[in-house]
């Protein structure tokens, strides 16, 4: 008992599919541009009110890279969707996405801010 063409063929493209799926890489979750531009001035402006417009320290702790070796991203990530209890810093959840607090956590990591 052979299999009939069409029903092979389908087969094949099933697979071929599948192969697909698992070999091309998925897009990245990476905000963009637009929203990256829109993510650096709310930090520097909204987070800069208590951390500093250059983000050196005020009423929160400095965000320069340094002052943040301690942590990973995903912490920094967490901090800035969940905020941290007891403290003045709030969760920035209902208006980020974690792909938006991840960028803004790998920028704080990665960028020096601008001069004061």
Request: contains cysteine; charged residues 15%.
């Given at each position: 008992m052979g299999s009939r063409p069409g029903k092979r063929h389908s087969y094949l493209i099933i697979l071929l599919l599948i192969f697909t799926l698992f070999t091309t890489p998925f897009a990245s979750a990476e905000p963009a541009s637009e929203r990256q531009k829109e993510l650096e001035t709310l930090l520097y402006q909204d987070c800069g009110s208590c951390h500093g417009m250059t983000l050196r320290g005020g009423l929160g702790p400095s965000?320069?890279?340094?002052?943040?070796?301690?942590?990973?991203?995903?912490?920094?990530t967490g901090i800035i969707l969940h905020g941290v209890p007891g403290t003045a810093m709030p969760p920035w959840s209902d208006l980020l996405t974690e792909d938006d607090a991840a960028w803004l956590a790998d920028h704080l990591l990665s960028v020096k801010p601008a001069s004061p």
């Amino acid at each position: 008992m052979g299999s009939r063409p069409g029903k092979r063929h389908s087969y094949l493209i099933i697979l071929l599919l599948i192969f697909t799926l698992f070999t091309t890489p998925f897009a990245s979750a990476e905000p963009a541009s637009e929203r990256q531009k829109e993510l650096e001035t709310l930090l520097y402006q909204d987070c800069g009110s208590c951390h500093g417009m250059t983000l050196r320290g005020g009423l929160g702790p400095s965000l320069l890279p340094e002052a943040l070796a301690r942590y990973n991203l995903d912490a920094i990530t967490g901090i800035i969707l969940h905020g941290v209890p007891g403290t003045a810093m709030p969760p920035w959840s209902d208006l980020l996405t974690e792909d938006d607090a991840a960028w803004l956590a790998d920028h704080l990591l990665s960028v020096k801010p601008a001069s004061p």
